[in-house]
C-alpha cells in the first residue's frame, strides 16, 4: 500500500531545506540582536493552555485544533500556535521573579485542522517572539521595528505593516456591545460564520473574509470612537515611533485578529504585490496581550509579540527570486585505486572528517568513473586520490576541481595543505 504525507503537511528535502534553515538562521540572529533568547517548549500542551488564552470565541479553538485523550484520560493538544505555551512556562518557571523585560523567541512547527491551500496548512512552522514586562510604545514599536528588520534581512521588500488598537477592559466591552446593537438587525443576512461570532466574539466579525465587503460591515462603528484618552495616545506614540524608526505602515481600523487574548496594539504584516497570487499573504502578526499571564494565574505581566510564517516566507522568496548562496563549500572526495587501498581511503575520510571536514567516500567501488561521479554529485571541491603508487611512496595526489589544479605531496604535508592544527596524517602500513 502506498502510503501519503497528511493533507496540509510538506516535506522539505535538499533546497528547501536548506532554505527552511536559513529562514530559521536569520531570524534567529536578528532576533539575538535585539536581545532575545531562545525559548523550547512542548510540542503538546493539556488543551486547557489554548481553551483559556487562544479562547472559546476563536476560529483555532473551535474548529482547529488537534486534541485527543492520551492514556491517561488527559486532554492534549498539539500546539496551534507558542504565545500561549511560552506564557504558560514563563509563569510556570517563576521568569517573572527576575524583575525587567524578559524576552524570548521560538521555532518549530504549528498544527491546526484548517482548509488547506497555498499557504495555509496543517502543519506550519512559525517563528516568534514575545516580549513579557514593559508596557511603553517604544517596545512596540521596536517590536514591530523587529518584525521589520527580519524581512528585510531576509530580502523581502515589499510588505505593508498594518496596525491598529483593539483597547482592552471596559471600553473593549462597550465596544463589543455596540457591535452587537449594529449587528442585531442584520444577523440574517450574514455568513454562518458571524453568526456564531456574533454569539461567541463579536470582534471577529470585523475580519469576516466572506461578509467583508458587505455595507452592514462598511457602517460598523469603530473602535477607535470607543476607546479611552490614554489608550488613544499610547497608539498615537506608538505611530510616532514607528516613524523615526523609519517603518512605513497603515493604520487599519478593521484590523481586530483572531485570538481572545489580544489587548491594544495589534499589527499585520502582509505581502504587498497587486500583480502577484501571494498579494495581502499574512506574513506575519501579532499584538499585545497583557492580562494573558493572569490567565495562568500568574502575577500581572503585559507582554507583546508576533509570530511569522516560515512557509510563506520560503513563497515569498520563491515569489521574488530570493536564493540562498549556496556557499561554495570545500567538500573533499577521497577516492581510492584497488581494493587494498580502500581502507587507507575509509581511514583518511575518518581523519579529515573529525578534523572538521566535509568528506565524501565510496564505500564500494574500486573503479575512477564511479567515484569520479560521486565527486561530481556532491560538488566537491578537492578530490584526494590513493593508489598503490601514492600508498607505496608515502604520497597523496590532490585535485582542486576549482583551481583545475592537480598536485602530489608527501603525506605528512596534507594537514598544511588542508590548515589543519594538531596531529599530522600518516598511511597505516
Ligand atoms: P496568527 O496570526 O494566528 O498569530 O499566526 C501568525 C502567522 O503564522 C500568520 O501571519 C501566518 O504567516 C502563519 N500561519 C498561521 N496559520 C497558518 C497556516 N495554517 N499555514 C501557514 N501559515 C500559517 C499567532 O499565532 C500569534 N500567536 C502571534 C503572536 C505572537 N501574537 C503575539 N505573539
Given at each position: 500500500m502506498k502510503v501519503n504525507k497528511i493533507k496540509g503537511t510538506l516535506d522539505f528535502y535538499q533546497y528547501d531545506a536548506k532554505k527552511y534553515r536559513y529562514l530559521q538562521r536569520i531570524a534567529s540572529g536578528v532576533a539575538e540582536s535585539f536581545g532575545f533568547r531562545e525559548m523550547i517548549t512542548p510540542i503538546f500542551e493539556a488543551t486547557e493552555v489554548f481553551v483559556r488564552s487562544?479562547?472559546?470565541?476563536s476560529d483555532i479553538v473551535n474548529k482547529e485544533m488537534y486534541t485527543f485523550i492520551d492514556r491517561g484520560e488527559r486532554s492534549i493538544t498539539l500546539r496551534p500556535e507558542g504565545t500561549a505555551p511560552v506564557t504558560r512556562a514563563f509563569v510556570e518557571n517563576k521568569l517573572y521573579a527576575i524583575p525587567g523585560i524578559h524576552k524570548f523567541y521560538y521555532f518549530g512547527p504549528m498544527f491546526r485542522y484548517e482548509r488547506p491551500q497555498a499557504g495555509r496548512l496543517r502543519q506550519f512552522t512559525q517563528f516568534g517572539v514575545e516580549a513579557f514586562g514593559g508596557e511603553h510604545p517604544n517596545l512596540d514599536a521596536d517590536l514591530i521595528n523587529l518584525n521589520y528588520q527580519i524581512l528585510q534581512a531576509i530580502g523581502i521588500k515589499n510588505i505593508k505593516v498594518l496596525i491598529n488598537t483593539i483597547g482592552s477592559g471596559k471600553a473593549r466591552e462597550n465596544y463589543v456591545e455596540a457591535l452587537k446593537l449594529h449587528f442585531e438587525p442584520h444577523?440574517?443576512?450574514?455568513c454562518e460564520d458571524c453568526k456564531q461570532r456574533y454569539q461567541?466574539?463579536?470582534?471577529?466579525m470585523l475580519d469576516c473574509k466572506v461578509d467583508c465587503h458587505s455595507p452592514i460591515m462598511q457602517s460598523a462603528p469603530l473602535v477607535s470612537n470607543y476607546l479611552p484618552e490614554e489608550d488613544l495616545k499610547y497608539f498615537q506614540d506608538v505611530m510616532s515611533a514607528l516613524n523615526f524608526f523609519g517603518i512605513p505602515f497603515e493604520k487599519s481600523d478593521r484590523l481586530v485578529r483572531g485570538l481572545d487574548y489580544y489587548t491594544n496594539t495589534v499589527f499585520e504584516i502582509v505581502y504587498d504585490?497587486?500583480?502577484?497570487?501571494?498579494?495581502?499573504?499574512?506574513?506575519s502578526a501579532g499584538g499585545r496581550y497583557n492580562s494573558l499571564t493572569r490567565d495562568f494565574d500568574g502575577p500581572d505581566y503585559p507582554a507583546i509579540g508576533f509570530a511569522m510564517g516560515i512557509e510563506r516566507l520560503m513563497m515569498v522568496m520563491d515569489e521574488l527570486d530570493i536564493t540562498v548562496s549556496e556557499t561554495k563549500d570545500d567538500t573533499i572526495t577521497v577516492i581510492t585505486l584497488g581494493e587494498k587501498m580502500k581502507k587507507q581511503g575509509l581511514l583518511l575520510t575518518q581523519y579529515l572528517r573529525l578534523k572538521g571536514k566535509r568528506v565524501e567516500i565510496d564505500y564500494q567501488s574500486h573503479n575512477l568513473k564511479p567515484q569520479f561521479k560521486l565527486a561530481d554529485r556532491t560538488g566537491s571541491r578537492y578530490i584526494i586520490i590513493i593508489g598503490l603508487d601514492e600508498f607505496e611512496n608515502n604520497q597523496i595526489r590532490i585535485k582542486d576541481s576549482w583551481e583545475k589544479t592537480e598536485i602530489l605531496i608527501p603525506v605528512p604535508e596534507l594537514t598544511a595543505f588542508f590548515g589543519i592544527e594538531g596531529e599530522k596524517y600518516a598511511y597505516q602500513k
Open positions: 487562544v479562547g472559546e470565541g444577523l440574517s443576512t450574514l461567541k466574539n463579536p470582534l471577529r504585490d497587486p500583480n502577484s497570487p501571494l498579494n495581502n499573504l499574512a506574513l
